[in-house]
């Protein structure tokens, strides 16, 4: 099973950027695997944010971060990246990062079997 790591997280004013990356180790993520971004607020459930389908070139997002991040990928198809501008409070989260198979919802929890630890995001106003 892919091992998933993020980085990328720290601390940063609202309006700014930060760039998450997730490396999958010792493993080159097929183009027909989802890869998603979610986020975590203590005590909540993990809620989608960014998605990305290789096979069918296809992006996913969330209606508060659309138009703000970025979810792309390496040429190796080794590192999952998301690009995150004008930053909001409201980002404030630990954000994971997931492999899966394509579902109806593309961020139902249940279609991802490999989860990263996650790094943490913290915006202050």
């Known amino acids: 099973q892919v091992q998933l790591v993020e980085s990328g997280g720290g601390s940063v004013q609202a309006g700014g950027s930060l760039k998450l990356s997730c490396a999958a180790s010792r493993y080159r993520m097929s183009s027909r695997v989802v890869m998603a971004w979610f986020h975590q607020v203590t005590g909540n459930e993990p809620e989608g944010v960014a998605a990305l389908y290789p096979f069918a070139n296809s992006q996913y997002y969330t209606v508060p971060v659309k138009g703000r991040f970025a979810i792309s990928q390496d040429n190796a198809k080794t590192t999952l990246y998301l690009q995150m501008n004008n930053l909001k409070p409201e980002d404030t989260a630990m954000y994971f990062c997931?492999?899966?198979?394509?579902?109806?919802?593309?961020?139902?929890?249940?279609?991802?079997?490999?989860w990263g630890q996650g790094t943490q995001v913290t915006v202050s106003s």
């Open positions: 997931a492999a899966g198979n394509l579902g109806a919802n593309v961020f139902a929890q249940q279609n991802y079997y490999s």
